[in-house]
């Protein structure tokens, strides 16, 4: 049977350039970049140029700025939790979305815990943040401003360029989320007047296991790991070298070829979401039809059971996700979907397809093909199907 992989936001293939740029690291060139001898000084020279290749992909200045850390999980961490213990004494508030993933939303609710306050701004039915909102509620107490320029699950982009001319007049750092927009959308710290990003290896073809938080000159935060002091001491343990040198590659890589996949993901996205919309009746789109991640279709079914639409796809070799990977072992009806207004029954019936660069039109058409005829018997047998369809 044949296996078409629709499930790019769940984890990411690893383009082969980057597993060979990496080997050597894992065989030839084993040293600790803390070593003074020549294996050390390898290790220590490719990190630094996996910092270069990724402050081209990002619009940074200084490859200073990027601390490499395990996961985009941890990079979230460090910037919510670091920065916000370190930064106290400036002030206690925080705000962020309604939307953001779990390694934002979990820190903020451990900070609560600490004392913080944390606002979490409403979106509107497409998955926008109220910009006017976002102004109005910063305080003279707030520190920190958190929001995903991306989201990963409905899609939507948010205007980034806006909230960080807010942050940077009223003197408040901003920290974005990347890890779903990264490689996919140009990004530019400096002209988004970005203080903090949070950035994935495996989301731009890299390897597993990296991830890494730009963090502007000046802004400091409290190390979450302690230990031998790398990454100026701001993430302790001995560096990822073959990771690191792989998400270097992978940024490489996107900087060249990111708008050409762009445009070919994008014309795959739109064909996917007009044909199920015409040809499905009860079908709609989740997210906003053109302000979205080039390569995510997030769409919604009436009547149908997320879970059972994921099965029956499997059965017909299609690789697909109803909601956030990582929230989908809780089988809630995702908190994204329910912010942007969608009614918990309704939220249940979603189904998430991300495309990625080695993904073709024909398996697009044959995903078109296949998807009716699960729908209309998923229907036949729900329950909630009124008087059948
Ligand atoms: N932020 C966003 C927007 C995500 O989509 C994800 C999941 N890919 C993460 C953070 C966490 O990534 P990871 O599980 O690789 O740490």
Not at 328 to 349: C, D, F, N, W, Y
């Amino acid at each position: 049977m044949r296996k078409i992989y629709f499930d790019h936001a769940s984890a990411y293939p690893v383009d082969s350039r980057v597993l060979e740029a990496m080997s050597e690291y894992y065989s030839t060139w084993i040293g600790n970049p803390s070593s003074v001898h020549s294996f050390g000084v390898e290790a220590r020279k490719s990190i630094g140029k996996a910092r270069e290749s990724l402050i081209r992909l990002i619009g940074a200045s200084d490859p200073e700025e990027i601390i490499f850390t395990s996961v985009a999980t941890e990079a979230n961490n460090l910037a919510l939790i670091g920065y916000s213990t370190r930064n106290r004494r400036k002030g206690t508030k925080i705000i962020t979305s309604s939307i953001e993933h779990m390694s934002v939303m979990n820190p903020c609710k451990y900070l609560q815990k600490l004392g913080f306050k944390v606002t979490y701004l409403p979106v509107d039915r497409e998955g926008f943040i109220d910009i006017g909102r976002l102004e109005e509620e910063i305080t003279q107490d707030t520190i920190l401003v958190s929001i995903a320029y991306a989201n990963g699950e409905i899609g939507t982009i948010q205007p980034m360029r806006e909230i960080g001319k807010i942050t940077r007049e009223k003197e408040v750092v901003l920290h974005a989320d990347a890890t779903a927009a990264c490689g996919k959308i140009p990004l530019d710290v400096q002209d988004d007047n970005i203080d903090m990003m949070t950035v994935s290896s495996n989301d731009i073809y890299g390897p597993k296991g990296v991830g890494a938080l730009y963090m502007r000159r000046g802004v400091t935060v409290a190390p979450l790991v302690l230990g031998g002091g790398q990454e100026r001491g701001y993430r302790s343990g001995s560096e990822n070298v073959p990771g690191i040198v792989g998400m270097g590659r992978a940024a490489e890589i996107a900087v060249e070829e990111m708008e050409d996949e762009g445009k070919k993901l994008k014309a795959f996205r739109d064909k996917l979401i007009s044909t199920v919309l015409s040809e499905i009746g009860g079908s709609y789109l989740n997210g906003h039809p053109k302000k979205r991640l080039p390569n995510n279709a997030n769409l919604r079914f009436d009547y149908i059971e997320g879970e059972a639409l994921i099965l029956s796809l499997d059965m017909v070799g299609v690789a697909a996700s109803s909601s956030s990977a990582c929230t989908s072992k809780t089988l809630e009806p995702s908190h994204v979907l329910i912010a942007i207004g969608i009614p918990p029954a309704e939220a249940q019936g979603s189904l998430l397809l991300t495309l990625g660069k080695s993904n073709t039109e024909e398996e697009v058409d044959y995903v078109l093909r296949e998807l009716p005829g699960i729908v209309k018997r998923l229907r036949e047998m729900s329950p909630l199907t009124p008087g059948g369809v």
